[in-house]
């Protein structure tokens, strides 16, 4: 019995020094500290905002310049005016009778054709976009290139450009013109004092006088004249924007553009194989440089600039920011941009501007389309 009791013990001195040694084990290794995220970089500090500009300042950039007051201006008729209005829609001025000022210049469409170039005789295409001949008689030249320096030199070229209307020249338009009845007599009352009433020169000058009346107005104008609230809280932003980051520079006076040649890439190039200017001048300052567009209805002009390569406004915006400013407008800039663009698009005239007239109809002395 004690021979059992003296086993028993060194058995459970054997379990507990069994048990001390579990416990003596090597611990688990403590789990490494997670990672600590590196802390994000600060973020960049936002631009300051553009400064808010006066509306006395703003108005400033709309108006006219003393050079502009200065220039004296044409005093049109009222019979010149109805005589252009007609020569403007008249198809027989083109050599194949198929093609007028208002093909290319539609006026129902706010004096374009929406083409990126616009089609010609036997459909050849010119190099650049018909511009709108809306508020066209705000401008310092005519023609992208600034190649006509008035509305009457502007009228006279499409008539026998051979890619456009492609007239052989001025003695085919006296004799379209001259086989007409009505078109002599108009002539005759609208230019009363010339010896050869009918000529080249006074179907230009009326067609520029006709072309003296295309104006719009616009909610920018009643802003202008001093109702602000004409204009929204977003529009009067983008005004502002507008001109506190430089637009004004190239796009000022009434027509909100129009009064100089600028170069296009003046900041960052501008990838463009055409010249401009320089065509015209062969002076190198003037590599790229085109007469700045109106942007006056710019929202129902595109596709935009000299090619026509521009589909899309807001792009166009960006566009001018980054080649002309140097600047990476941010998508709400833009926006507030596009929407003070969109202020000054105006009321299109009535039927009395827009219908095309009735023509006079043509004489069996009347040259026949030639489609060659």
């Given at each position: 019995m004690t021979r059992n009791r003296l086993l028993l013990g060194v058995g459970l001195v054997s379990l507990g020094a069994l048990s001390?040694?579990?416990?003596?084990?090597t611990p688990a290794p403590a789990p490494e500290p997670a990672p600590v995220a590196a802390a994000p970089a600060p973020a960049p500090a936002p631009e300051p905002p553009k400064p808010t500009m006066s509306y006395d300042k703003l108005l400033s950039f709309f108006r006219l310049s003393a050079a502009q007051r200065a220039i004296k201006q044409p005093v049109d008729t009222v019979e010149q005016v109805k005589l252009g209005q007609k020569l403007f829609f008249e198809k027989r001025l083109s050599k194949n009778h198929d093609i007028s000022c208002n093909s290319c210049h539609d006026l129902a469409t706010f004096g374009v054709d929406g083409k990126a170039t616009s089609e010609g005789h036997k459909g050849q295409k010119g190099n650049r976009n018909a511009p709108t001949v809306f508020h066209a008689a705000g401008h310092v030249a005519q023609f992208w290139d600034g190649r006509a320096a008035t509305l009457e030199d502007q009228a006279a070229g499409p008539m026998m450009n051979p890619v456009e209307m492609a007239m052989p020249g001025d003695k085919r338009v006296l004799a379209t013109l001259n086989s007409i009845p009505q078109y002599v007599k108009a002539f005759k009352v609208a230019y009363p004092g010339d010896k050869k009433p009918v000529s080249v020169t006074n179907a230009a000058r009326s067609?520029?006088?006709?072309?003296?009346?295309?104006?719009?107005?616009?909610?920018?104008?009643?802003?202008?004249?001093?109702?602000?609230?004409?204009?929204?809280?977003?529009?009067?932003?983008?005004?502002?924007?507008?001109?506190?980051?430089?637009?004004?520079?190239?796009?000022?006076?009434?027509?909100?553009?129009?009064?100089s040649f600028q170069k296009l890439g003046l900041i960052e190039d501008y990838p463009t194989e055409d010249k401009g200017r320089f065509g015209v001048t062969n002076n190198e300052e003037d590599l790229h440089k085109f007469r700045v567009p109106t942007l006056r209805n710019v929202e129902k002009t595109g596709p935009w600039f000299h090619d026509g390569?521009?589909?899309?406004?807001?792009?166009?915006?960006?566009?001018?920011?980054?080649?002309?400013?140097?600047?990476?407008?941010?998508?709400?800039?833009?926006?507030?941009?596009?929407?003070?663009?969109?202020?000054?698009?105006?009321?299109?005239?009535?039927?009395?501007?827009?219908?095309?007239?009735?023509?006079?109809?043509?004489?069996?002395?009347?040259?026949?389309?030639?489609?060659t």
């Open positions: 001390s040694s579990c416990s003596r084990e067609i520029a006088a006709f072309e003296r009346e295309l104006l719009t107005t616009s909610r920018f104008d009643k802003y202008l004249a001093g109702e602000e609230q004409a204009l929204s809280e977003q529009e009067r932003r983008g005004l502002n924007l507008f001109a506190s980051s430089g637009c004004t520079t190239c796009h000022n006076g009434p027509s909100v553009g129009g009064t390569s521009v589909t899309e406004l807001p792009t166009a915006v960006r566009l001018m920011g980054k080649h002309q400013l140097g600047m990476s407008l941010s998508d709400s800039e833009v926006d507030d941009i596009v929407a003070f663009l969109k202020s000054l698009t105006g009321e299109l005239p009535g039927p009395e501007v827009l219908t095309p007239p009735v023509l006079p109809p043509s004489t069996p002395r009347t040259p026949k389309p030639d489609p």
